[in-house]
């Protein structure tokens, strides 16, 4: 069965810190893979998604994921975050016919 | 241009009553989704629509649940006889293309919140 895992439920860094959300899933085959944010009262933003070709992958608001086959993860990563980024963070592959399979989600906490 | 529009925003009723919710995609997007949001389930897929095609109902929580879309376009899912756990956040997302693989950007609406007392 597809399943998605994201391990942290919640993480607190510094403004200014770097930061690196953890994603591991199982499918049968590599997914396309997505990274969510939705922040409080708003709705989901696509980060970053990885289709194929080069593993690091760049997206909106100075975030980058990572794609590792041989350990089925996908991690997102920013090297300075900003107060601004505090929000809940969605791991998802998959798409199409069947749907994102969203984790569980990371909520992340800024502390000044 | 405008994104995916979902009404009404919120939504209160009575254990027992049926609801309709409504989804406007963003105009083009052929594929449709519909997904749903609470505490103790997190993100759920529910159902996808691309075009006029037949829906795979097989995600639908019940058969109290049920979706249409009417002309590609418009979508609404229908919940009847709803029940307490069927409080949840209900949202819609359309994509451009979409073939069965998928890989196409899946574009949000803000979500209808229901409420069933």
């Known amino acids: 069965a597809q399943s998605v895992t994201q391990p942290d439920i919640h993480i607190t860094v510094s403004e200014g810190a770097s930061l690196e959300l953890r994603c591991n899933y199982s499918?049968?085959?590599?997914?396309?893979l997505f990274w969510y944010v939705q922040s409080p009262g708003q709705g989901l933003q696509l980060l970053l998604k990885?289709?194929?070709?080069?593993?690091l992958v760049q997206g909106i608001k100075g975030f980058e994921a990572e794609f590792k086959r041989s350990q089925s993860s996908f991690n997102l990563r920013k090297p300075s975050v900003h107060w601004s980024d505090a929000a809940e963070y969605f791991c998802?592959?998959?798409?199409?016919?069947?749907?994102?399979?969203f984790g569980k989600g990371t909520h992340l906490i800024i502390q000044p | 241009g405008a994104g995916v529009s979902q009404s009404p925003s919120n939504k209160v009723t009575e254990k027992g009553k049926d609801v309709e919710l409504r989804c406007d995609p963003i105009?083009?997007?052929?594929?449709l989704y519909w997904y749903r949001q609470s505490l103790g389930q997190g993100l759920e897929f529910l159902i996808y629509?691309?075009?006029?095609?037949?829906?795979?109902k097989s995600g639908l929580p019940s058969d109290r649940f049920s979706a249409e879309r009417t002309g590609g376009s418009v979508s609404t899912l229908t919940i009847q006889r709803t029940q307490q756990e069927d409080s949840a956040v209900y949202l819609c997302?359309?994509?451009?293309?979409?073939?069965?693989?998928?890989?196409?950007?899946?574009?949000f609406g803000p979500g209808t919140r229901l409420t069933v007392l």
């Open positions: 997302a359309s994509s451009l293309l979409s073939g069965a693989g998928g890989g196409d950007t899946q574009y």
């Open positions: 499918y049968g085959a590599t997914p396309y």
């Open positions: 990885y289709f194929s070709g080069d593993t």
């Open positions: 998802a592959p998959g798409g199409g016919a069947d749907g994102l399979t």
């Open positions: 105009s083009g997007h052929t594929a």
């Open positions: 629509f691309q075009g006029n095609s037949a829906p795979d």
